[in-house]
């Protein structure tokens, strides 16, 4: 009987994570510039913009507007706990990514 309590709450933790991880569309106008580029994107506006580098690149310089929805990254720990060090790859700081995002030019 502990084990279905135990296995219910997971699943209920589980899924209000992913509740909290909207997927809200939103949509705003920026200047690309290829020098924020990273290998998952380019951060604009302070999110990471899922989008390939060489459209990156044939974009650099112009103003355009995004839209898309969002999916956020959660931060890495990367404490030492104890003699056994791990070490995690990834940024300490949660990043909201713009998937799928729709991109227009509007010079």
Do not use: W
């Amino acid at each position: 009987m502990s084990i279905f309590i135990i296995i219910s709450m997971l699943c209920s933790l589980t899924s209000c994570e992913e509740k909290n991880d909207s997927k809200k569309e939103i949509s705003f106008i920026a200047v690309i510039d290829s020098s924020n580029a990273t290998k998952g994107g380019i951060y604009i506006n302070g999110y990471v913009v899922e989008i390939d580098y060489d459209e990156v690149k044939k974009l650099n310089g112009k103003k355009v507007r995004i839209t898309g929805k969002t999916k956020t990254e959660k931060g890495v720990d990367n404490t030492s706990k104890g003699n056994n060090e791990i070490i995690k790859q990834g940024r300490s700081k949660d990043v909201i990514h713009i998937v799928t995002p729709k991109i227009e030019i509007i010079n």
